[in-house]
């Protein structure tokens, strides 16, 4: 599989840096070396962050992605404002900022010529939160999949709910899941992959209902952060203890796989649905 294409080096050339620095070794990349290896460290196999343009064009084969749902975008409904302006505002320079104009974007594509619909959440957008456009788009993936039969994967990157929504964002988790739930009556498989970082109303709803379960090495998977739970319990976390190593260790998850073997994985998991 040839990841590394004339987009990502006419995006390399743009960049004024020629390295890259590892967030976990320290190690300097050169940067077309860490575009080829999908951003993963080729020293400590650290998974750096993807765009959700990025994980698509790595998963899904070469032209057949087709988006859905594009015109579901964000509404200030509480006119929310913070001490950093309103909502709409940053909603607003958000999407002129990453080209995307909500935490996820969904569609339906190839898999090694497996028909899916995917969605793919992205960290850069509001930190990946749940919003209730996002789990609008979220719900109509799900119902897609559920009108034409067809696998639903997710890949999940998110700081959770989305707090200049309230309730709104909240409500999002139950109505995820709703939808995702109804794929199980015709025995439509649901593959959820959670990236670094996958936590709070992400974590605790649609991201860990999967009939598989499955993470890159590293994630951070979580729904409260580490300092919380000590505060709260009173007692110091194990090392590693939000970690997907230490998630698939006690049964949380299923598996962990590399990034450059995931689309493969996947492909031979819907094979097996398909037998």
């Known amino acids: 599989m040839t990841w590394f294409n004339s987009t990502t080096t006419k995006k390399i050339a743009n960049k004024k840096d020629l390295w890259i620095k590892c967030k976990?070794?320290?190690?300097?990349?050169?940067?077309?070396?860490w575009a080829k290896s999908m951003n993963v460290c080729p020293k400590c196999n650290y998974h750096g962050?993807?765009?959700?343009?990025?994980?698509i064009e790595q998963?899904?084969?070469?032209?057949?992605?087709?988006?859905?749902f594009s015109n579901i975008v964000p509404v200030d409904s509480l006119n929310f404002i913070d001490l950093k302006g309103s909502y709409k505002d940053n909603i607003k320079a958000t999407t002129k900022k990453t080209g995307i104009s909500e935490s996820v974007i969904t569609g339906h594509g190839n898999i090694n010529d497996i028909h899916v619909v995917l969605a793919v959440m992205d960290f850069r957008f509001l930190g990946g939160s749940l919003g209730s456009s996002t789990g609008e788009k979220i719900l109509q993936a799900s119902n897609y999949a559920y009108d034409h039969n067809l696998p639903y994967i997710i890949f999940s990157s998110s700081g959770?709910?989305?707090m200049q929504e309230g309730t709104l964002s909240l409500m999002q988790m139950a109505k995820t899941c709703a939808g995702i739930s109804r794929l199980n009556k015709k025995k439509i498989p649901y593959i959820s992959v959670l990236t670094n970082p996958t936590t709070?109303?992400?974590s605790a709803s649609f991201a860990m209902m999967g009939d598989i379960n499955i993470s890159e090495p590293g994630a951070l998977i979580a729904f409260a952060g580490r300092r919380v739970i000590e505060q709260t319990i009173g007692e110091k976390l194990p090392d590693g203890?939000?970690?997907s190593e230490y998630l698939r260790d006690h049964g949380f998850i299923d598996a962990i796989v590399n990034r450059k073997d995931l689309k493969n994985y996947i492909s031979?998991?819907?094979g097996f649905y398909n037998q």
């Open 59 to 68: 998963i899904i084969d070469a032209d057949t992605f087709k988006e859905l």
């Open 24 to 33: 976990e070794c320290d190690s300097h990349i050169y940067i077309t070396e």
């Open 49 to 55: 962050s993807l765009t959700s343009h990025e994980r």
């Open 241 to 243: 203890f939000q970690t």
């Open 160 to 162: 959770g709910a989305r």
């Open 268 to 270: 031979n998991v819907l």
């Open 200 to 202: 709070g109303g992400v």
